[in-house]
């Protein structure tokens, strides 16, 4: 497939804060979702994409506060997952999903609340609570809330990572009408990102 030329540029989110994408490859429109910290110009996030985008449109993008996109007046899960909306908005209205860490969680949260999702896959996802949340009870409500999601979901894990990452994953993928659980040997710093891409493409295909 005849890749389409790169492009880059910024979607406003619900409340008008600029969040800056970028775009590579052809085919359906696949957009990564990030860790809250790491920016769509990260070595892994460049990698990965690159290597997706053999068979899709990949986008990329900066969080809210990170890198080149705006902080907003605020930072909530609701604004999150705005922004991630914005930036399907961009990719023509509707995309699957790969996520990692927070990033998967955020992307299940986009699935559960928008029909604009077809697909989602989520690599080890990972809640970091605010100062003074209760862990449990943030795990408990985001697990729930899971069950109104309505999409195939494939949810990752590396064969050598924690138990607790592990089951963190395996109760994710039970706990969605459509969800399957994976292993990848492994943890996430040595799985061969080829592995990982040709795990998400079998997936999406």
């Known amino acids: 497939m005849e890749r389409s030329p790169g492009a ?20 359906p429109p696949l957009v990564i979702v990030n860790p809250l910290l790491a920016d769509r110009s990260s070595s892994s996030t460049r990698v990965l994409a690159d290597l997706l985008s053999e068979n899709h449109t990949v986008y990329t993008y900066d969080r809210r506060g990170v890198g080149e996109s705006g902080m907003g007046e605020e930072y909530t899960a609701e604004s999150d997952v ?6 399907v908005a961009v990719a023509g209205g509707s995309a699957s999903l790969y996520g990692f860490s927070s990033g ?11 029909a604009v999702i077809t697909r989602v896959v989520a690599l080890e996802p990972t809640l970091t609570p605010d100062e003074g949340e209760d862990e449990l009870l943030l795990l408990q409500t985001e697990l729930e809330g899971l069950g109104g999601v309505q999409v195939p979901v494939l949810v990752l894990a590396g064969s050598t990572s924690g138990d607790e990452t592990q089951n963190l994953a395996r109760r994710a993928a039970d706990a969605l009408d459509e969800g399957e659980f994976q292993l990848l040997e492994g943890d996430t710093a ?16």
Request: charged share 25%; glycine share 8%; net charge negative.
């Open 8 to 27: 880059s540029g910024i979607a406003l989110s619900a409340d008008g804060t600029r969040i800056a994408w970028s775009r590579q490859g052809s085919g």
């Open 82 to 87: 705005d922004d991630l909306l914005a930036v």
């Open 104 to 114: 998967a969680f955020l992307a299940l949260r986009a699935a559960e609340e928008s």
């Open 190 to 205: 040595s799985v061969p990102d080829a592995a990982l891409a040709d795990a998400i493409e079998s997936f999406l295909d």
